[in-house]
């Protein structure tokens, strides 16, 4: 498996989920969502917590062998992160077969580098490469703080971008004022039931849920090996259905402008083939 050779501290140092739990309820923070990604032999878990200064996110990545180490970061970091996951991933993708015995690289490995600067702490992104595979490799540094990192396979990157763009689309970016709901909260025996559409070998389904930022679309994309979703806030249902109406219009319009033309075109074609008879045939069959 493809990570660096860092240090980090042994599972028998870290409480089990359900101690953190009850740990950070008495620390007044509270646990909003939590997702695990499995890659390769590692486990990632992405929560979503809040407490009196506001929403943040923890990334704690857990090694086969229950090593574990974690970074934490405000709702704007996990933001900007994101989109350099983003990049990142486009990258990778432009690099073709990891070769174990590639001669071309760095001393380091490293293929490319991004930070990230907020407040006292700082966040390094690294993709490296090394007889193993590649990786990504995020630091975190604080003034007051030691540093911890996490690597996660190259593979992986995409699926924690995701990931994390569902957690930020759902709980929200703290700059981002907008993303606030203004609409009264429903409770959630009352939203409307899931729908579910199958399009060839996809499944789309549309599932209403609601949370403390208000109520939200998620529809998502299944396929074989293969699921993607977007979630949207209500108060953009309208515009959200309202784009979709305008494609739909805009491509009736089209199509019923190609059948017109492809109708004059036949119709133009059937009058020059008249107009082409020789006369004396007309004459001939007078006769």
Excluded: C
Excluded at 80 to 104: A, K, M
Excluded at 194 to 206: D, E, H, M, Q, T
Excluded at 228 to 240: D, L, M
């Amino acid at each position: 498996m493809a990570e660096g050779g860092y240090n980090i501290q042994s599972r028998n140092t870290y409480p089990d989920r359900m101690q953190q739990s009850q740990q950070s309820a008495s620390a007044g923070e509270e646990e909003l969502a939590t997702k695990t990604l499995h890659i390769q032999s590692k486990r990632f878990y992405l929560d979503v917590k809040q407490n009196r200064r506001g929403r943040f996110i923890k990334i704690a990545e857990v090694s086969a062998g229950g090593r574990k180490s974690r970074i934490l970061m405000s709702m704007n970091v996990a933001s900007e992160l994101r989109d350099h996951l983003d990049t990142f991933n486009e990258h990778i993708r432009t690099l073709g077969e990891h070769n174990p015995n590639n001669q071309q690289l760095t001393e380091d490995g490293r293929l490319r580098s991004a930070l990230i600067t907020r407040d006292d702490r700082k966040y390094y992104l690294d993709l490296k490469e090394n007889d193993r595979g590649r990786f990504l490799r995020i630091s975190m540094v604080g003034i007051n703080t030691p540093r911890t990192q996490i690597a996660l396979p190259a593979q992986g990157v995409e699926e924690l971008r995701d990931t994390l763009n569902n957690l930020l689309e759902e709980f929200g970016n703290e700059d981002d004022k907008d993303s606030i709901e203004s609409l009264p909260a429903i409770e959630a025996s009352k939203l409307p039931e899931s729908k579910f559409l199958r399009v060839g070998n996809k499944n789309f389904y549309f599932d209403i849920g609601s949370n403390s930022r208000g109520v939200f679309l998620r529809i998502s994309e299944v396929r074989a090996n293969f699921r993607a979703a977007i979630t949207v806030p209500e108060k953009s249902w309208p515009r959200f259905r309202d784009n979709i109406s305008d494609f739909i219009l805009a491509m009736d319009k089209e199509r019923n402008n190609a059948l017109s033309t492809e109708d004059k075109s036949r119709l133009n074609s059937g009058n020059e083939d008249k107009s082409s008879v020789p006369q004396s045939s007309f004459g001939e069959n007078k006769k």
